[in-house]
């Protein structure tokens, strides 16, 4: 079956823009999961759902990191203003229930010019 | 809170030879362990997991990994390189309580297979 996809694969934006980042979980899992990862670095939780409840933020480096799964299913990162610190690669996961090993997607490599 | 290290960032076989790749976690309580393989331009892809069952795990690719509790430990192995191993290796743990939903990853390694 299908994967998690994420969309688009590679995005660069101009320091100060908005970006918004999709993930498009496998069909029927339940948890949903953003990670950042740096370059020679582990992905880093950011946040994760069960079905549209944003259970933990935790991870969410500031304010300007937010996240949204509406319908319980594909889920938008949005960063406003982006600063070159944002750079990375930012990666979403899906499980079928919380605690169950994640399955990955591609992810978004995002750089800020 | 919870902390995995990965012993060297680069690691370098020869085909056919042992693959050893080293995993130390922290952890307050037992916790689930998981090893991920990334190739390159792909996602992160599970070898295998430890979940409290047996402490000696089998995953793909001919990989295993062994629980100990008193090393606080979870090492990937081996026992014959192939050239299509060559990738990057994380290992991560999920504590579970309040951190359920959250996997913590080591900096990861990199295998390097040579003919």
């Known amino acids: 079956g299908a994967g998690v996809s994420q969309s688009p694969r590679y995005k660069v934006t101009k320091r100060g823009q908005d970006v918004a980042l999709r993930c498009d979980p496998i069909s029927g899992h339940v948890s949903l999961y953003w990670y950042r990862q740096a370059l020679g670095q582990g992905p880093e939780f950011l946040t994760y759902?069960?079905?549209?409840?944003?259970?933990?933020k935790s991870g969410l480096p500031n304010d300007r990191f937010s996240a949204e799964r509406p319908e319980g299913s594909i889920s938008t990162l949005t960063i406003q203003r982006t600063e070159q610190r944002d750079s990375a690669m930012y990666r979403c996961a899906s499980s079928p229930w919380t605690g169950y090993e994640q399955y990955f997607g591609p992810g978004t490599r995002l750089t800020v010019t | 809170a919870q902390s995995v290290t990965q012993l060297g960032s680069h690691v370098s076989v020869s085909e056919g030879a042992l693959v050893l790749l080293r995993c130390n976690y922290s952890s307050s309580v037992p916790p689930y362990l998981f090893w991920y393989v990334q190739y390159p331009n792909q996602g992160l892809q599970l070898l295998l997991k430890?979940?409290?069952?047996?402490?000696l795990v089998k995953g793909i690719n001919g990989f295993e990994a062994e629980f100990k509790k008193s090393e606080t430990s979870f090492h990937l192995t081996k026992p014959s390189a192939h050239m299509s191993d060559a990738a990057e290796y994380f290992c991560a743990v999920n504590e579970g309580g309040t951190s359920y939903g959250k996997l913590t990853f080591g900096q990861g390694t990199i295998l390097t297979v040579h003919p």
């Open positions: 759902f069960n079905y549209e409840a944003q259970q933990d």
């Open positions: 430890y979940t409290s069952a047996a402490t």
